[in-house]
Each structure stands twice: as C-alpha cells, then as structure tokens.
C-alpha cells in the first residue's frame, strides 16, 4: 500500500506466511510457509528458496545471498533444539550455526559485517555483536534488570530502539475442581 493507505494490494494467500521481511532493495518479499519464499512487492509468483522452514529471517544489508535465521534443524536428530545461524542461499541448505542462545530479536549492522542480537537471559538481557565470521561477541548493553521484548535498528544504524520490562510471572494453583 502507499504511505497514506491507499493502493492496497494483496500479495499472499493463505494463513501460514510468518516471518515476513522486505528486501533491502524494495524488490522482495520472504515469508515462511512450508519452507522459505520470496516473491516480487509488485505481485507475481512466489519462489521457494529453501524447503526448511526457518523462524525469522534478517538478510545481509551488503550481500543479497546472506542471511541470519532463527532455525531448527529437523533434518539433524542430535540437535534437538533451535539454534541461530547463517545461511548463503548458494549453498543451501548448509548453515553457519553461530553457536549463541537462539533468540529471535536480531538484526544486521549496516555494514554487514556484525549481527545485533539480544542475549536470553532469565531476568534481564542485553544486546550483543556477534560477527558470522569470527563468531567473536561483544557486549553492547549493560542493563542489570529488565527483559529486552523488542528492538529496532534504524536505517542509518546509529540508533537501536530497544523495548523493556519486568520479568514476573505468577504461578496459580487453583483446587476443588473435578
């Protein structure tokens, strides 16, 4: 759709297309759906790139065939949990597993270079670097309370808005019910 909500257009069908993201370029859309797709923002056909379903997925701002995921390796029966890795669409379905707690909320660095992350700690966390290549990290924040439940980089990638809040939870145990 344009800016002001006008020229709305439907791109997909169904109701399994998670983890959506838009090319750098504008031109692509990637989804989730039995697999990874990508199809033209214009319209058009949706082209699988990989029959793995990842979680969600983050592309390489430098290099189109590069990205980060979220990822669960049902092929490999002793890995038996999601991990986070680096796909090149080359070489599919091969992956850099970059051997960090698996979570979700990342992001490239502009340059490509580096991946934000946001670690999983149990009562706080914090965000972190992590370079694909060297797999060295380095801790951006320093936050000692509080769990990170959302973060966003801005395009020039000088300013990351990050989300915040407590870590409660309640347990209930509720009795004389049959």
Request: no cysteine; net charge negative; charged share 30%.
């Amino acid at each position: 759709m344009d800016f002001d909500g006008t020229n709305l257009k439907q791109l997909t069908d169904g109701k399994n297309k998670d983890f959506s993201e838009i090319s750098r370029n504008g031109k692509w859309i990637y989804f989730a759906d039995n697999g990874l797709w990508k199809m033209p923002v214009e319209g058009g056909e949706a082209i699988r790139i990989m029959k793995e379903t990842p979680g969600r997925v983050h592309f390489s701002p430098t290099r189109p065939n590069i990205f980060s995921a979220y990822f669960y390796d049902d092929r490999d029966k002793k890995k038996d949990t999601w991990m986070h890795v680096v796909f090149n669409t080359d070489k599919l379905p091969e992956y850099k597993d970059l051997k960090i707690e698996p979570v979700d909320l990342f992001d490239w660095m502009p340059d490509g270079r580096k991946i934000y992350f946001v670690d999983g700690g149990e009562s706080f966390n914090n965000i972190w670097t992590i370079s694909p290549e060297t797999l060295e990290t380095e801790r951006i924040t320093n936050f000692q309370d509080q769990r990170i439940s959302n973060m966003s980089l801005s395009p020039d990638g000088k300013t990351i808005a990050v989300s915040r809040g407590s870590a409660i939870g309640n347990i209930l145990k509720i009795s004389g019910y049959n």
